[in-house]
C-alpha cells in the first residue's frame, strides 16, 4: 500500500483488524476518515511504556519492536495493530513501540475516535465484544 492512501485501501485494512472486523461499512468509513498516516524513523519511539496513549496505531510498512520493562517482547510488522486500549481509556502505555525499520502507520487518535463512537454507537458494543474476546484468551493462556 505504498504512496497516497484511499478511503478504500484504508476500510480494507480496518476490516483485517479484529476490533473492527465486525463493524459495517459506515462504521468503517466514519473510522477511516479520522485516520492520519504517521511516519517513523528507525530507532524512533512511537509509544512510550508508562506514558499517557493517545490512540491507536496500525502498521502499514515497516517493523516495530513492543518492549515491556526494556525486553523486547515481540514483532509487529505490516498489517498489525497496538494502543486499543489507549484509544478507549486514553490510560497509560502498557508497553513500549519502537521502530525497527522505517515504519509508517495509519493513527486514530482518542479524542477523534470519541466522536465516531457518539456518531455510531453500535461501533461501541462491537469493540467491547472484542475487547472481551481477547481478554478471555489472555486470561486463559496466563491460568494455563
Known amino acids: 500500500m505504498p ?3 484511499t478511503k478504500t485501501d484504508v476500510t480494507s485494512r480496518l476490516r483485517t483488524i479484529p476490533l473492527f472486523s465486525a463493524c ?9 476518515a479520522i ?3 504517521v511516519k517513523f524513523d528507525a530507532g524512533q519511539v512511537i509509544c512510550q511504556e508508562g506514558e499517557t496513549g493517545v490512540g491507536l496505531h496500525v502498521v502499514i510498512e515497516g517493523e ?3 518492549r515491556v520493562g526494556g525486553r523486547t517482547r515481540r514483532r509487529l ?3 498489525a495493530f497496538f494502543g486499543e486500549i489507549a484509544l478507549i481509556d486514553g490510560g497509560p502505555r502498557s508497553a513500549s513501540v519502537v521502530a525497527e525499520t522505517p515504519v509508517t502507520t495509519l493513527s486514530i487518535p482518542a479524542w477523534s475516535f470519541r466522536a465516531v463512537l457518539k456518531a455510531q454507537p453500535a461501533l461501541a458494543l462491537k469493540m467491547l465484544e472484542e475487547l472481551c474476546r481477547r ?3 489472555a ?3 496466563l491460568s494455563a
Not at 459495517?24 to 477511516?32: D, G, I, K, M, P
Open 3 to 5: 504512496g497516497k492512501r
Open 24 to 32: 459495517t461499512q459506515r462504521e468503517l468509513n466514519a473510522v477511516a
Open 35 to 37: 485516520m492520519k498516516e
Open 64 to 66: 516495530t519492536s513492543v
Open 77 to 79: 510488522g505490516s498489517g
Open 135 to 137: 481478554l478471555r484468551t
Open 139 to 141: 486470561d486463559t493462556s
